[in-house]
């Protein structure tokens, strides 16, 4: 059975021995399910894919929201909403120097930062073997994934690890809500945020399928 809410703090008895009804907090995780300290959600979406996009990211200090952004493209694709979004969560843990866990429900983010990165920067920035075909060597997103390297390479403290998006994770829902407002804002705005939009040429497939499965660890 899914919890009314729960507290920010243990609370005491009243006079009569019964605790008091648990208050709710707008926009809270449950420490108990994510752990103390700070933790931060992004995700990132178009519609259509390519299409309108945004990116959001919303922190969270024991459970309660201390901040959240948003950005929006005027034409992009899902992966570089979620790879911007991702960026912009590294950004703010680096800025505020405490160690920090970044959720993120796109796998295809978690697992090219935590590792495949490091396998596509030892090749030179390509997939793949030697004898590969040029056009299976290319690394969609180039610009974006070498960010990503940058702001981690000598980071310290920052975790980054996957969610289940849409499964009423506070956090993640708060970031896809903020997702959406940049998107909404940006809609009917020829003016695309190119902060860390590159080209992104013939990129439309699902991001958690056809492209996970062709990439070469």
């Given at each position: 059975?899914k919890?009314?809410?729960?507290?920010?703090?243990?609370?005491?008895?009243?006079?009569?021995?019964?605790?008091?009804?648990?208050?709710?907090?707008?926009?809270?995780?449950?420490?108990?399910?994510?752990?103390?300290?700070?933790?931060?959600?992004?995700?990132?979406?178009?519609?259509?894919?390519?299409?309108?996009?945004?990116?959001?990211?919303?922190?969270?200090?024991?459970g309660?929201?201390?901040?959240?952004?948003?950005?929006?493209?005027?034409?992009?694709?899902n992966?570089i909403?979620?790879?911007?979004?991702?960026?912009m969560?590294?950004?703010?843990?680096k800025?505020?120097?405490?160690?920090?866990?970044?959720?993120?429900?796109?796998?295809?983010?978690?697992?090219?930062?935590n590792?495949?990165?490091?396998?596509?920067?030892?090749?030179?920035?390509?997939?793949?073997?030697?004898?590969?075909?040029?056009?299976?060597?290319?690394?969609?997103?180039?610009d974006?994934w070498?960010?990503?390297?940058?702001?981690?390479?000598?980071?310290k403290?920052?975790?980054?690890?996957?969610?289940k998006?849409?499964?009423?994770?506070?956090?993640?829902?708060?970031?896809?809500?903020?997702?959406?407002?940049?998107?909404?804002?940006?809609?009917?705005?020829?003016?695309?945020?190119?902060?860390?939009?590159?080209?992104?040429?013939?990129?439309?497939?699902?991001?958690?399928?056809?492209?996970?499965?062709?990439?070469?660890?």
């Amino acid at each position: 059975m899914k919890k009314p809410g729960w507290k920010k703090y243990k609370a005491a008895s009243d006079l009569f021995g019964r605790p008091p009804e648990p208050k709710i907090y707008p926009h809270m995780v449950d420490p108990t399910q994510y752990g103390r300290g700070l933790q931060i959600f992004c995700d990132g979406a178009a519609e259509p894919n390519p299409g309108v996009g945004g990116w959001g990211v919303a922190v969270y200090l024991d459970g309660v929201e201390i901040h959240s952004e948003h950005g929006g493209f005027a034409y992009t694709t899902n992966n570089i909403a979620e790879l911007t979004g991702l960026i912009m969560a590294i950004r703010w843990a680096k800025v505020d120097g405490r160690p920090a866990t970044i959720q993120c429900d796109s796998q295809y983010c978690v697992n090219g930062a935590n590792q495949w990165r490091h396998g596509w920067k030892a090749r030179g920035w390509k997939r793949g073997g030697p004898n590969s075909r040029p056009e299976n060597s290319e690394i969609k997103n180039l610009d974006l994934w070498q960010a990503i390297d940058a702001e981690l390479t000598g980071a310290k403290g920052i975790t980054i690890q996957w969610c289940k998006g849409h499964a009423g994770i506070v956090g993640n829902e708060r970031a896809d809500e903020l997702s959406n407002i940049g998107m909404r804002d940006i809609s009917g705005n020829s003016r695309t945020d190119t902060a860390l939009s590159p080209a992104f040429g013939e990129e439309t497939g699902d991001y958690l399928t056809d492209q996970c499965r062709e990439i070469m660890r």
